[in-house]
């Protein structure tokens, strides 16, 4: 990947700048570039790095860090935190890149702004692929109470105990946490610096993932604990690619439900995977990826 050419900068959006980079600088004939979405709300672009090798296809491989996080500027305003936001943000970037056909990944959260753009019917969209994400906040809370009633009932109280106290700060809740996110987030031991570099920067600028998901992945207290989009999934009319892991904390039943909402849409479980196919089972998700795109630009 040494020899494939990057290039990063900043787009404005608003009166910010928005953060990019770009793998590999043209399409070989029949390709088409691949427009990254990462997770959070409020993630960064880091732990998708995995996805620069798809560049070596023949396609450029675009990242993005949304307002709010990684690279991008970030205003201290919660009221600004909504989904209408990211969704601009996302059709202004395309705008000023000029990717007018292109493919879209978007996973966990970016899986679900990618299904609200999607909804925008917005031209040039070739393909989808949802990554470990819901189309349903609800359902995600049940599955991940369900995920979290398999863990050791002392962790189990020590989580109840500090989430009715509204400590979710406290170092004993956080060390709970984590023998969840081991579980059903990534599996990897240790965590890849691309992961670790994610998390650090969430914790400096915590204020979207709070302010739209909440304290944790299954404490969803924010302004997204009521989105639905299940049964407009109808709409969406590109070729589709729902993935998971088998351990996800989007669980089979979440990802079930977006690849039977949105039509013709094809499904894979990783099966030695939680929320992060695409670090722990790297070269079988990026063959899954790339025979995937293939397969669209083909037909």
Known sequence: MSTVPVQEG?????????WYRIVGDREEPGKLPLLCLHGGPGSTHDYLEPLE????????????????????????????WTVSLFVEELAMLRRALGLDRLHLFGQSWGGMLAMEYALTQ?????????????ASAPQWVTEINRLRAELPPELQE??????????????????????FYRRHLCRLDPWP?????????MVQEPEVYQTMWGPSEFYVTGTLKDWEITDRLGEIRVPTLVVGGRYDEATPAVTGTVQAGIPHARMVIFENSSHMPHLEETPLFLETLTDFLDWVEEN
């Open 158 to 179: 020590t989580m109840r105990k500090h989430e009715l106290a509204g400590r979710t700060d406290h170092p004993a809740y956080e060390e709970a946490m984590m023998a």
């Open 122 to 134: 917005p031209g040039g969209l070739a393909g989808l692929v949802l990554a470990d994400a819901p």
């Open 193 to 201: 610096d691309c992961l670790n570099r994610t998390f650090e920067k």
């Open 10 to 18: 900043f787009v404005p959006f608003r009166t910010y700048k928005i």
């Open 53 to 80: 090798e798809l560049a070596a296809g023949g396609r450029r491989i675009v990242f993005y860090d949304q307002l709010g996080a990684g690279n991008s500027d970030h205003p201290q305003d919660p009221d600004l």
